[in-house]
């Protein structure tokens, strides 16, 4: 009697505790089904995407290969669309001013964290709407060359917000120097240029200098709009112009191919600062690359977004300049290169 007495209490002991334990264990499981993760293990939340209002203005193949350039510096440092880290907002002015001026309207309204400007016009336009947002130039002279400088005690800078990459107007010297090498028999120039684009008219202004310092003739035409430029051109050529200079002016990249038939028929040879003209049929260019100057720009761009110190950034002169020729147009016009011009 006294072991069965035993041996009921002693089991049930051992089942209450078992029993208790389980109730514990599922009581601890559904307030919390799955194990908190350790701090360092928790995911933080993702940076807001930076947001890169574009505006170019016009439609344009050799714009189009700095506008390339400047996204993919962009993804290279981590800045893309797909990597949900930048939003690329891209407008285009199609060659209209009301069409411009709204676009950075709507550019400032949207509080975007910076604006590119692909070209001179949209720059500026920029530049007097706002000066909090940082405005990343390309395709464009230095804030010197159109008076965008200012002076403060003894310095003269550009304005704060003014960033990205520039050209100055040492491109007329060296494309002047480039005409008399590769055309030594050169007496005669032709060129057109945009009279509604400060760019393009101070230029115009180093031109002028250069060829008479040189002993060169220079036939120009103004035009202010694409409509203009095939009349323009003729009446050039009804000069018989020896060499015609395209300049890198936003009319004459819009309205090249017009530039192209009227000289290829005459069988003038064009000669530029731009290398993306060499694509698109100009005979010779020593100058900016104008993919590489976008890529310059978006690494810019890229130091802004990781530091956000915008002087430290500042602007920088354009760094990548080839001689190359246009291969096809070369042969068609029995025109033989410099031996070190790269063939396109």
């Known amino acids: 009697m006294t072991h069965n007495h035993r041996s009921p209490t002693f089991g049930h002991i051992v089942w209450l505790v078992t029993f208790g334990m389980i109730i514990y264990t599922a009581g601890c499981t559904s307030k919390k089904e ?16 930076v947001v890169i209002g574009f505006v170019q203005p016009v439609d344009d193949e050799t714009l189009d290969e700095a506008r390339r350039g400047f996204i993919d510096a962009l993804k290279a440092r981590g800045y893309s669309d797909s990597a949900g880290t930048a939003k690329i907002i891209y407008q285009n002015a199609q ?10 309207d709507k550019f400032i309204a949207d509080k975007v964290t910076c604006i590119a ?15 909090e947002i940082p405005i ?7 804030p010197t060359i159109n008076d965008l400088t200012i002076k403060q005690g003894e310095n003269v800078k550009a304005p704060a917000n003014l960033v990205g990459v520039y050209e100055t107007l040492a491109y007329i010297d060296s494309s ?48 202010t709009s694409t409509a203009e430029t095939q009349q323009a051109v003729q009446a050039i050529l009804s000069k018989n112009p020896d060499v015609f200079f395209a300049l890198p002016d936003n009319l004459v990249f819009a309205s090249f191919e017009v530039i192209l038939k009227e000289t290829s028929e005459k069988k003038v040879p ?48 354009v760094k990548v300049r080839k001689l190359v020729h246009n291969e ?8 033989t290169p410099p031996p070190e011009s790269q063939p396109m």
């Open 95 to 104: 060659n209209d001013i009301p069409a411009l001026n709204q676009i950075i």
């Open 117 to 131: 400007a692909n070209a001179t016009l949209p720059m500026m336009t920029a530049l007097k709407k706002t000066k």
């Open 176 to 223: 002047i120097a480039l005409i008399r090498r590769a055309f030594p028999n050169a007496k005669t120039i032709g060129v057109i240029f945009n009279s509604a684009e400060p760019n393009s008219t101070n230029a115009m202004g180093e031109l002028r200098k250069k060829c008479k310092q040189n002993n060169l003739k220079l036939v120009e035409r103004s035009i």
């Open 270 to 317: 064009i000669v530029t600062s731009e290398i993306g003209l060499v694509k698109r049929g100009a005979t010779i260019a020593y100058g900016a690359d104008f993919y590489m100057w976008g890529y310059q720009a978006g690494e810019a761009a890229a130091e802004y977004f990781d530091t956000g110190d915008l002087v430290a950034v500042g602007l920088r002169p």
């Open 34 to 49: 799955e194990p908190q993760k350790p701090e360092s293990s928790i995911e933080k939340p993702a940076k807001k995407p």
């Open 136 to 142: 990343f130039m390309m395709v464009g002279p230095a």
């Open 328 to 335: 096809k147009m070369a042969k068609e016009l029995g025109f």
